[in-house]
């Protein structure tokens, strides 16, 4: 990587503050004191938790102020960055480096001369042109104001029932935090599940709690239409369902903001964001761009795509920062570690999903699922953790992992998380060392026992069949009957693990068999037990939960 040649007294603009221009500026100032700084945002704060809007919504966070991460005047007097809200710059002249800038408070236009820029626009809500959108009562949630304007609705208007339109991250926050105000929510999706980044079994997990909490969950349906009636909002679906509401919520997604570089001519990406090399420099050397609105390479597969989250725009604030002061840092690239709160669940993922990995053309990679306490069992309140992780067969390589769970699941993506940005195997899961007390893991922690299924299926001693090719082959269930009759899958045998010693011979050696239990452990001593006596059984992961969650439920 060859290194930038800084400029010295240069002039950096930057445009937009939040996660990647406020770091990029702070950043800037602790490796270049001869520099000025200027930001400009079009909103009325230059750096706020946006991540923590939903909360403010559902008053767990209850003093707007908290929300400021930090304020012109904590610039000013800590950095010598000079912040300019309510200033949007309106257009980029590149021939002579200067931008155009329109004070929002007085109306005036002016010009602003750069060495260098940074554009850190960001990402607004996706807000489609359905009928109605524009009626009050509907909002997105992307700025304090956006908040602070929700939560004077559902005081004046007493509001007693929710709708919010998706049911990604965003959306179940909100979820959540209008449910906590008191509020009937209902969840409309158009996909068939909710959390897209999940794959639909692990997201399957998450309906269920959904519903269980109270909340209206209606998959594969999209919105048609809003209108108006008698004081409250109708909306109506693409199954010609209607639904009253007092408000409704747009949590759809975001788009990048990428018309100010499109109309200066930078090059935007074919996934819609803008073009960066490495370090974070658009087709024009002297303008850099970071955060939501610029496309990035995904770790794992190599795609190119844009990720809004504020890890990895806090990162490339940095990155541009040590670019513009002449240094050879270069950003690697996103592998969409996130985490969402809903209900009392925890839900959280890193790097790819089966269905990213096959939009991909990725077919080399194998599955596990376990079901793992998140501590001991002997020591009171052990909760489950359900996890999925995604490796490379013919290195063992990590490629993915999802979990939902309470206690401890983020925990264990963090790990697992590390060990992707690593280029770790499944072997290295087995090895790695963990924390353990009896109330906070296990001698084998859920990532070793990841690990070590997944070696056993590497080394050959657990050949697993995936749970799309049940049917193929004879189903052997090795729970006790009082589990089996509680739910089973259908045409199962039953043969109790602890009986299958003496039972074998009731098993055909020229057919293959798939072995599954509850959550995976006594279907792999089965397997290990059949095969040493000559049959071909097969694993079946995660078990009979994870059957449930493939099947929604039986």
Known sequence: MSKRMSIPNQRVLIVGGVAGGASAAARLRRLDETAE????????????????????????????????????????????????????????????RTIVVKDLRSGKIHRERYDTLVLAPG????????????????????????????????????????????????????????????????IVERAEQVMPPLDPEMAFIVEEQLRAKGVEVRLGEGVASFTEVDGHLVVRTDKDAT????????????????????????????????????????????????GDAVETVDWVTGLKQVVPLAGPANRQGRIAADAIAGRASRFRGVQGTAVCGAFGLTIASTGASEKLLRRAGVEDFESIYLHPGHHVGYYPGAKAIHLKVIFRRRDGRLLGAQAVGEDGTEKRIDVLATAIQLGATVHDLAEVELCYAPQFGAAKDPVNLAGFIAENIQSGDLPVDSWGTMGTAILLDVRDRHEVAAGHAPGATNIPLHELRARHTELPKEEPIQVMCAVGQRAYYAVRLLRQLGYDARYLSGGYRTWRTMHHGG
């Open 37 to 96: 700084i200027l930001i400009f945002d079009r909103g009325p704060y230059v750096s706020f938790a946006n991540c923590g809007l939903p909360y403010f919504v559902g008053d767990v966070i209850v003093d707007e102020s908290k929300l400021l991460v930090a304020t012109p005047q904590l610039f000013h007097d800590r950095f010598a960055i000079e912040v300019r809200t309510e200033h949007e710059v309106t257009s980029i002249e590149r021939e002579n």
């Open 123 to 186: 990402a607004s809500a996706i807000r489609p042109p359905f009928p109605g959108v524009d009626l009050p009562g509907i909002f997105s949630v992307r700025t304090i104001p956006d908040s602070r304007r929700v939560r004077a609705w559902i005081s004046d208007k007493d509001a007693k029932r929710a709708v919010v339109v998706g049911g990604g991250f965003i959306g179940l926050e909100m979820a959540e935090n209008l449910a906590h105000r008191g509020l009937t929510v209902t």
């Open 243 to 290: 639904i009253d509401t007092d408000l409704v919520i747009l949590a759809i997604g975001v788009k990048p903001e990428t018309g100010l570089a499109r109309n200066a001519g930078l090059e935007i990406g074919a996934s819609g964001g803008i073009a960066v090399d490495e370090q974070m420099c658009t087709s024009d050397p002297s303008i850099f761009a970071v």
